[in-house]
């Protein structure tokens, strides 16, 4: 293993990792390019042994080894990053050379909820980079591409024209707890009567009416593969529902959106799910939120829990009151001003084939209405048509409303912000700001050099899907399957179906194309198999993702693991011939055999290395010798053996690695 390789894996500088192995007791030189398999799983065992060893390497501090009576300081200098003022999560991780998973993960252990397209001010950057052993500066020259916010847009609203508006409420849990269940029941029992039937379109949330009170829900999906798309729904939600199975208790993904919630800062309510079913402990529900630090009401905490079962639709008016409480005691801060020009976020947004870019908007401030101009980042448009969640046109769309909208001239990425424009030069000055800020931001980015790629073998394939949500979460999922020594690069990516261009593109880079519920027609498929491009289709997430990894698996290179089955002390020399030698020693450790694998080690230095091809003991011909006996060896490779050298033995073996999603 290169010894750059071993210290991502432990996330520390390289050079702090070379001072360090020598003092940890490992013969080893600082100069060192590559380690044994074998000593580098002893070393990453041994630092990570100590967790505060560990930490200040990273942070550069001078460290104590436990089993060592001096200290030792690790003050080699970190990598030094240039970062511009705000930078993106994706862009943050490749130039720190990890997952993006991995920051996002960093960042959320500080408190930060962020998507890998959302941006990081410096500060936040430059904290994360020295907690992973790196030094940072400041870009000033980079020009940065300034986030877009409701709240920057909207400013601080005008008290006297705010007025209540519907609260939106998003659900979240573990996977199978019951979260669709639970909004099909709410959706059936108080959408206004005749119309729930007449829902024949999903488009992301919807509004039901409870005691005259009307409340906006966003159909966020539930499985892990959505983490990004659920902290939308979270960042644009007055108030979250926790689904919790009462027969299954707390689970990883309950714990992941009990995090989104808390660092979104919204208040919720637990639905204790699933009350019918047979092994259902409510209390012990309870108690398992009481050990996160969530105490129940009813024990004397702030947690309001509500029993459910969303199958027999029992609790459901109860789980509405307890919202349109909790929508009460918040009040002041769901309100919006109607009479502003509308700012919203996009939920949903794809290519359809009939009706072109398709977005749902979440109007938060502000009335939406048809034939009004918009911008969607560095998207324009006019709104031609405007759909609630039951399918029917409407004229226009106030706060806390979600719509589908028709008239952009392509689909805009879920999270952006839709601004109504006053008139067509406004918007055109918009569009034009957003694009030379864009272009000034992506030509001050730093790029890697391409030998930081050298010895990374890369799988490219090339992702088509139905909406932004699926591919972001697709591609997130694949970031997962990286490995230090291998990649699978998305070499292009895009909405909407298979294309003749696609089908050069992977072509001209051998790469396959992978759809998510997109079309291949007959004469773009005729095309693929004329140019020998294989096209794989999916219609669900891990199916896909299954494939890739597959696939990848099937091109990664092997990995060569070396087992020492022994060590022999050399005592003296006989013979020396021109690329053998006969010498005699003894076994101390494990036993001696014909045609292993040599080498030759001196004062703890590796010097050569070679092959034993023959081997006696009492003068007979054996093919193995146990310690601790003595035996006589013919030595094959270069002849600079001396007496007092150890060679230790080893046998190599070829294992297929994997791509586990970590």
């Given at each position: 293993?290169?010894?750059?390789?071993?210290?991502?894996?432990?996330?520390?500088?390289t050079?702090?990792?070379?001072?360090?192995?020598?003092?940890?007791?490992?013969?080893?030189?600082?100069?060192?390019?590559?380690?044994?398999?074998?000593?580098?799983?002893?070393?990453?065992?041994?630092?990570k042994?100590?967790?505060?060893?560990?930490?200040?390497i990273?942070?550069?501090?001078?460290?104590?080894?436990?089993?060592?009576?001096?200290?030792?300081?690790?003050?080699?200098?970190?990598?030094?990053?240039?970062?511009?003022?705000?930078i993106?999560?994706?862009d943050?991780?490749?130039?720190?050379?990890?997952?993006?998973?991995?920051?996002?993960?960093?960042?959320?252990?500080?408190?930060?909820?962020?998507?890998?397209?959302?941006?990081?001010?410096?500060?936040?950057?430059?904290?994360?980079?020295?907690?992973?052993?790196?030094?940072?500066?400041l870009?000033?020259?980079?020009?940065?591409?300034e986030?877009?916010?409701?709240?920057?847009?909207?400013?601080?609203?005008?008290?006297?024209?705010?007025?209540?508006?519907?609260?939106?409420?998003?659900?979240?849990?573990h996977?199978?707890?019951?979260?669709?269940?639970?909004?099909?029941?709410?959706?059936?029992?108080?959408?206004v009567?005749?119309?729930?039937?007449?829902?024949?379109?999903?488009?992301?949330?919807?509004?039901?009416?409870?005691?005259?009170?009307?409340?906006?829900?966003?159909?966020?999906?539930?499985?892990?593969?959505?983490?990004?798309?659920r902290?939308?729904?979270?960042?644009?939600?007055?108030?979250?529902i926790l689904?919790?199975?009462?027969?299954?208790?707390?689970?990883?993904?309950?714990?992941?959106?009990i995090?989104?919630?808390?660092?979104?800062?919204?208040?919720?309510?637990?639905?204790?799910?699933?009350?019918?079913?047979?092994?259902?402990?409510?209390?012990?529900?309870?108690?398992?939120?009481?050990?996160?630090?969530?105490?129940?009401?009813?024990?004397?905490?702030?947690?309001i829990?509500?029993?459910?079962?969303?199958?027999?639709?029992?609790?459901?008016?109860?789980?509405?009151?307890?919202i349109?409480?909790?929508?009460?005691?918040?009040?002041?801060?769901?309100?919006?001003?109607?009479?502003?020009?509308?700012?919203?976020?996009?939920?949903e947004?794809?290519i359809?084939?009939?009706?072109?870019?398709?977005?749902?908007?979440?109007?938060?401030?502000?009335?939406?209405?048809?034939?009004?101009?918009?911008?969607?980042?560095?998207?324009?448009?006019?709104?031609?048509?405007?759909?609630?969640?039951?399918?029917?046109?409407?004229?226009?769309?106030?706060?806390?409303?979600?719509?589908?909208?028709l008239?952009?001239?392509?689909?805009?990425?879920?999270?952006?912000?839709?601004?109504?424009?006053?008139?067509s030069?406004?918007?055109?000055?918009?569009?034009?700001?957003?694009?030379?800020?864009?272009?000034?931001?992506?030509?001050?980015?730093?790029?890697?050099?391409?030998?930081?790629?050298?010895?990374?073998q890369?799988?490219?394939?090339?992702?088509?899907?139905?909406?932004?949500?699926?591919?972001?979460?697709?591609?997130?999922?694949?970031?997962?399957?990286?490995?230090?020594?291998?990649?699978?690069?998305?070499?292009?990516?895009?909405?909407?179906?298979?294309?003749?261009?696609?089908?050069?593109?992977?072509?001209?880079?051998?790469?396959?194309?992978?759809?998510?519920?997109?079309?291949?027609?007959?004469?773009?498929q005729?095309?693929?198999?004329?140019?020998?491009?294989?096209?794989?289709?999916?219609?669900?997430?891990?199916?896909?993702?299954?494939?890739?990894?597959?696939?990848?698996?099937?091109?990664?290179?092997?990995?060569?693991?070396?087992?020492?089955?022994?060590?022999?002390?050399?005592?003296?020399?006989?013979?020396?011939?021109?690329?053998?030698?006969?010498?005699?020693?003894?076994?101390?450790?494990?036993?001696?055999?014909?045609?292993?694998?040599?080498?030759?080690?001196?004062?703890?230095?590796?010097?050569?290395?070679?092959?034993?091809?023959?081997?006696?003991?009492?003068?007979?011909?054996?093919?193995?010798?146990?310690?601790?006996?003595?035996?006589?060896?013919?030595?094959?490779?270069?002849?600079?053996?001396?007496?007092?050298?150890?060679?230790?033995?080893?046998?190599?073996?070829?294992?297929?690695?994997?791509?586990?999603?970590?």
């Amino acid at each position: 293993m290169n010894v750059t390789e071993l210290a991502r894996k432990l996330k520390i500088p390289t050079e702090s990792l070379r001072t360090l192995i020598p003092e940890l007791g490992f013969d080893v030189g600082r100069k060192a390019i590559k380690v044994d398999d074998r000593v580098a799983h002893q070393i990453i065992q041994k630092i990570k042994s100590q967790p505060t060893l560990l930490e200040s390497i990273r942070r550069g501090r001078i460290a104590a080894v436990t089993d060592k009576e001096e200290a030792i300081a690790v003050t080699e200098a970190s990598e030094t990053l240039s970062l511009p003022p705000k930078i993106a999560v994706r862009d943050f991780a490749e130039q720190l050379r990890m997952p993006v998973t991995s920051i996002i993960k960093e960042l959320m252990n500080n408190g930060i909820l962020a998507s890998l397209n959302e941006q990081i001010d410096y500060d936040t950057a430059s904290i994360i980079a020295e907690d992973l052993g790196f030094h940072t500066q400041l870009k000033k020259e980079a020009a940065t591409l300034e986030e877009t916010t409701v709240e920057s847009v909207v400013g601080k609203q005008d008290e006297k024209n705010l007025v209540d508006r519907a609260p939106v409420v998003v659900v979240m849990g573990h996977v199978d707890h019951g979260k669709t269940k639970l909004l099909d029941a709410i959706r059936k029992t108080n959408v206004v009567e005749g119309e729930a039937g007449g829902i024949t379109q999903h488009i992301g949330a919807y509004q039901v009416v409870h005691k005259g009170a009307e409340i906006t829900f966003i159909d966020t999906p539930g499985h892990e593969a959505f983490t990004t798309m659920r902290s939308r729904g979270a960042r644009v939600a007055d108030i979250a529902i926790l689904v919790v199975a009462a027969d299954e208790g707390i689970k990883p993904q309950t714990e992941e959106a009990i995090t989104i919630i808390q660092n979104s800062e919204l208040p919720f309510v637990v639905a204790i799910n699933k009350i019918d079913k047979e092994g259902a402990n409510i209390e012990r529900i309870k108690q398992q939120l009481a050990e996160k630090n969530l105490l129940p009401e009813d024990w004397g905490g702030k947690i309001i829990t509500v029993p459910i079962s969303a199958k027999k639709s029992q609790g459901i008016d109860g789980l509405l009151d307890t919202i349109l409480l909790v929508r009460d005691m918040e009040r002041e801060h769901i309100r919006a001003n109607p009479h502003r020009p509308a700012v919203g976020t996009i939920i949903e947004s794809h290519i359809d084939k009939g009706e072109g870019a398709v977005s749902t908007v979440l109007i938060q401030s502000g009335t939406l209405r048809t034939g009004n101009l918009i911008s969607v980042g560095g998207i324009g448009g006019k709104i031609k048509t405007m759909k609630d969640f039951r399918g029917r046109e409407i004229a226009s769309a106030g706060p806390s409303t979600p719509v589908k909208i028709l008239g952009l001239k392509s689909a805009p990425t879920v999270g952006d912000i839709l601004q109504v424009q006053g008139d067509s030069k406004i918007l055109k000055k918009t569009l034009k700001d957003h694009d030379n800020q864009k272009r000034k931001y992506e030509a001050g980015l730093t790029t890697r050099s391409s030998d930081e790629e050298d010895g990374v073998q890369k799988f490219p394939i090339i992702l088509k899907t139905d909406t932004l949500g699926s591919q972001e979460a697709i591609i997130q999922e694949i970031e997962r399957l990286a490995l230090p020594d291998f990649k699978i690069a998305i070499i292009k990516k895009g909405l909407g179906n298979v294309s003749e261009s696609d089908i050069e593109s992977a072509q001209a880079t051998g790469a396959i194309i992978y759809g998510f519920h997109v079309i291949v027609s007959p004469a773009v498929q005729e095309s693929a198999i004329e140019r020998n491009v294989s096209i794989r289709p999916f219609a669900i997430i891990y199916e896909l993702i299954q494939d890739v990894q597959n696939e990848g698996e099937k091109i990664l290179s092997p990995e060569i693991v070396k087992t020492e089955i022994g060590r022999i002390k050399i005592l003296s020399i006989f013979r020396t011939e021109k690329k053998s030698m006969i010498i005699g020693g003894t076994v101390t450790k494990g036993s001696a055999k014909l045609d292993v694998k040599v080498r030759v080690m001196r004062n703890k230095v590796e010097i050569s290395q070679g092959k034993i091809t023959g081997l006696q003991s009492g003068k007979q011909d054996v093919k193995e010798v146990a310690a601790v006996a003595e035996c006589g060896i013919k030595f094959e490779g270069p002849t600079v053996i001396e007496a007092g050298d150890m060679l230790e033995l080893y046998t190599e073996e070829k294992r297929f690695r994997k791509l586990n999603r970590k």
